[in-house]
Protein backbone atom coordinates (compact mmCIF):
# COMPACT_ATOMS: atom_id res chain seq x y z
CA UNK A 1 0.00 0.00 0.00
CA UNK A 2 1.21 3.43 -1.09
CA UNK A 3 -0.52 6.62 -0.60
CA UNK A 4 0.20 9.75 -3.03
CA UNK A 5 -0.24 13.42 -2.83
CA UNK A 6 -0.04 15.63 -5.82
CA UNK A 7 0.64 19.47 -4.84
CA UNK A 8 1.71 22.34 -7.66
CA UNK A 9 -0.93 22.85 -9.97
CA UNK A 10 -2.53 26.46 -10.22
CA UNK A 11 -3.75 29.07 -12.95
CA UNK A 12 -1.10 30.23 -15.19
CA UNK A 13 -1.08 32.32 -18.41
CA UNK A 14 -0.58 30.52 -22.02
CA UNK A 15 3.51 30.27 -22.32
CA UNK A 16 4.28 29.95 -18.42
CA UNK A 17 5.27 27.15 -16.04
CA UNK A 18 4.24 24.59 -13.27
CA UNK A 19 6.24 22.78 -11.48
CA UNK A 20 4.05 19.11 -10.07
CA UNK A 21 5.12 17.15 -6.77
CA UNK A 22 3.69 14.05 -5.43
CA UNK A 23 4.88 12.73 -2.23
CA UNK A 24 4.80 9.25 -1.42
CA UNK A 25 3.96 7.81 1.85
CA UNK A 26 6.37 4.99 1.25
CA UNK A 27 9.40 4.79 -0.47
CA UNK A 28 9.23 4.51 -3.80
CA UNK A 29 12.80 3.31 -4.89
CA UNK A 30 11.62 -0.37 -5.76
CA UNK A 31 7.97 1.10 -7.66
CA UNK A 32 9.06 0.00 -11.34
CA UNK A 33 6.57 2.79 -13.35
CA UNK A 34 6.16 6.48 -11.45
CA UNK A 35 3.24 8.32 -14.14
CA UNK A 36 1.68 11.57 -14.46
CA UNK A 37 -1.95 11.28 -15.95
CA UNK A 38 -4.43 13.79 -16.90
CA UNK A 39 -7.97 13.77 -17.13
CA UNK A 40 -10.92 16.57 -18.65
CA UNK A 41 -14.18 16.08 -17.05
CA UNK A 42 -16.47 13.98 -20.37
CA UNK A 43 -12.80 12.13 -21.50
CA UNK A 44 -10.96 9.39 -20.87
CA UNK A 45 -7.62 9.61 -18.61
CA UNK A 46 -4.71 10.09 -20.25
CA UNK A 47 -1.24 8.97 -20.02
CA UNK A 48 1.46 12.04 -19.66
CA UNK A 49 4.82 10.83 -19.23
CA UNK A 50 6.21 7.65 -16.97
CA UNK A 51 9.62 7.19 -15.50
CA UNK A 52 10.67 3.60 -14.64
CA UNK A 53 12.89 2.60 -11.92
CA UNK A 54 16.11 2.84 -13.49
CA UNK A 55 15.10 6.31 -15.11
CA UNK A 56 13.98 5.53 -18.74
CA UNK A 57 11.27 8.02 -19.62
CA UNK A 58 8.17 8.28 -21.70
CA UNK A 59 6.19 11.14 -23.08
CA UNK A 60 2.91 11.89 -24.56
CA UNK A 61 3.40 13.25 -28.26
CA UNK A 62 1.63 16.55 -26.99
CA UNK A 63 4.08 17.43 -24.37
CA UNK A 64 7.47 16.39 -25.81
CA UNK A 65 9.81 18.90 -25.16
CA UNK A 66 7.90 20.76 -22.78
CA UNK A 67 7.63 18.95 -19.78
CA UNK A 68 9.86 16.80 -18.43
CA UNK A 69 9.23 13.98 -15.56
CA UNK A 70 11.60 13.40 -12.43
CA UNK A 71 11.64 11.19 -9.48
CA UNK A 72 14.19 11.72 -6.26
CA UNK A 73 13.73 8.64 -4.51
CA UNK A 74 15.75 9.61 -1.67
CA UNK A 75 12.55 11.98 -0.70
CA UNK A 76 9.91 9.56 -1.94
CA UNK A 77 8.83 12.06 -4.27
CA UNK A 78 7.88 11.97 -8.04
CA UNK A 79 7.87 15.56 -9.92
CA UNK A 80 6.54 17.19 -13.13
CA UNK A 81 8.24 20.07 -14.90
CA UNK A 82 5.84 21.43 -17.24
CA UNK A 83 6.75 24.36 -19.61
CA UNK A 84 5.26 26.68 -22.62
CA UNK A 85 1.83 25.40 -21.29
CA UNK A 86 -1.25 25.82 -23.61
CA UNK A 87 -4.92 25.95 -22.77
CA UNK A 88 -5.20 22.19 -23.82
CA UNK A 89 -2.91 21.45 -21.01
CA UNK A 90 -5.98 22.13 -18.62
CA UNK A 91 -7.19 19.36 -17.36
CA UNK A 92 -6.60 17.26 -13.33
CA UNK A 93 -3.41 15.89 -13.00
CA UNK A 94 -3.07 13.10 -11.28
CA UNK A 95 0.24 10.95 -9.96
CA UNK A 96 0.26 7.03 -10.13
CA UNK A 97 2.80 4.16 -8.75
CA UNK A 98 2.56 0.83 -10.90
CA UNK A 99 4.33 -2.08 -10.82
CA UNK A 100 5.87 -4.02 -13.68
CA UNK A 101 3.00 -6.94 -14.46
CA UNK A 102 -0.59 -5.63 -15.33
CA UNK A 103 -1.72 -7.73 -12.41
CA UNK A 104 0.11 -5.75 -9.76
CA UNK A 105 -2.09 -3.07 -7.94
CA UNK A 106 -1.91 0.51 -9.22
CA UNK A 107 -2.19 3.38 -6.99
CA UNK A 108 -3.49 6.80 -7.50
CA UNK A 109 -3.45 10.64 -6.18
CA UNK A 110 -6.18 13.16 -5.41
CA UNK A 111 -5.70 14.70 -8.59
CA UNK A 112 -4.19 18.67 -8.54
CA UNK A 113 -5.71 21.30 -11.04
CA UNK A 114 -4.18 22.93 -14.42
CA UNK A 115 -5.40 25.70 -15.64
CA UNK A 116 -3.65 27.40 -18.45
CA UNK A 117 -5.91 30.18 -19.26
CA UNK A 118 -5.35 34.20 -20.54
Known amino acids: QVQLVESGGGLVQPGGSLRLSCAAS????????MGWYRQVPGKQRELVAR???????NYADSVKGRFTISRDNAKDTLYLQMNSLKPEDTAVYYC????????????WGQGTQVTVSS
Open 26 to 33: RSISSIYF
Open 51 to 57: ITRGGST
Open 96 to 107: NAAGLLTTMPNY
